[in-house]
């Protein structure tokens, strides 16, 4: 049986909010996450009342699909610059791409379906010169406005007795509900089996324990870790393959155990980032997903 619970608003707020006392943990950047992810679910309680209620299937749902309110996802960018957490070059373009939305009220959405499922694709690049802000920007932004109007795709996943997500054995390393990338990866159950989080709509699946989930490369001689102590519960996977990274939790050694929640551990782990950033490996795109 799953037995992942769902976690409220005030609960996942609140186990953000206690992250400030472990170390290595910036009360700054939790903060910027808390403000982020409360701007976040007003969109996604707003999105409820304007698309209908999604139903689960067996492949990715099509980003065209996807509707919403400008008004909203202009509020919720207008949440993003004025949270603070960005660097001040960033912040700069945050401003500017609000100033071209105001003018264009379809844009953001646009931006939504063009850059934050596949942001490797070459079309995001012309947007963002067209936009005059940079790729990274324009990803981040859309990946933030993305989140909270597909959250709900996913939550199937969370039904008690529903094991299809974390029971699948995928071979693909794209989410299987809406094709993005893993943010973050979990090591569940005794056997420490491997559930890949998506870092867009928060959605669970299986993975192959010794595969890059960046780039599905399962040479062995490429694949490493990077751990700050030989006791440590949470590391860094290496691929020399495609030069990234995804962060890993062994939720076996934590007392919150499968209800171990991604979006903390990845606020919790933004050493980890700065670690493999600093020996030149890649992470996937942000983890912007809502739980």
């Known amino acids: 049986m799953n037995d992942v619970r769902e976690y409220s608003l005030d609960e996942i707020v609140a186990t953000l909010e206690e992250l400030v006392k472990r170390p290595h ?16 679910d007003a969109v996604r309680a707003a999105q409820r009342l304007i698309a209908p209620s999604p139903t689960a299937g067996d492949e990715p749902f099509d980003p065209d699909e996807i509707v919403s ?11 993003l610059q004025e949270a603070g957490g ?3 070059e960033h912040d700069d373009q945050l401003g500017r791409l609000r100033e071209v939305a105001g003018a264009r009220p379809g844009l953001l959405l646009d931006i939504v379906k063009r850059a934050a499922f596949r942001p490797e694709d070459a079309n995001v690049a012309a947007l963002a010169d067209e936009l005059d802000v ?4 324009l990803v981040f932004a859309a990946r933030v406005l993305a989140a909270p109007l597909v959250a709900d795709r996913g939550d199937w996943r969370r039904v008690p007795g529903n094991d299809k ?3 699948r054995r995928c071979d693909d390393y794209h989410c299987p509900t809406c094709n993005s990338s893993a943010g973050l990866a979990l090591l569940i159950e005794d056997e420490g089996r491997r559930v ?23 040479d062995q001689d490429a694949l490493g870790k990077i751990l700050v102590t030989d006791q440590d519960t949470r590391w860094i996977e290496i691929c020399d393959a495609c030069n990234g990274y995804i962060k890993t939790i062994d939720t ?6 499968p209800n171990t929640l991604a979006i903390a551990e990845d606020v919790a782990t933004l050493h980890l980032d700065l670690l493999a950033e600093k020996e030149g490996y890649r992470r996937n795109p942000p983890y912007t997903a809502l739980v």
């Open 134 to 137: 940079s790729p990274d920007v």
């Open 165 to 167: 997500p974390r029971n």
């Open 25 to 40: 943990v910036s009360p700054d950047y939790v903060r910027f996450r808390v403000e982020l992810l409360k701007a976040q």
């Open 86 to 88: 960005t660097p001040e």
């Open 69 to 79: 309110d400008p008004a909203a996802l202009a509020k919720l960018l207008a949440a």
């Open 252 to 257: 076996r050694e934590l007392a919150t155990g």
């Open 196 to 218: 890949l989080c998506c870092s867009l709509c928060g959605q669970q699946w299986g993975f192959r324990r010794l595969a890059c989930p960046r780039c599905g490369n399962r």
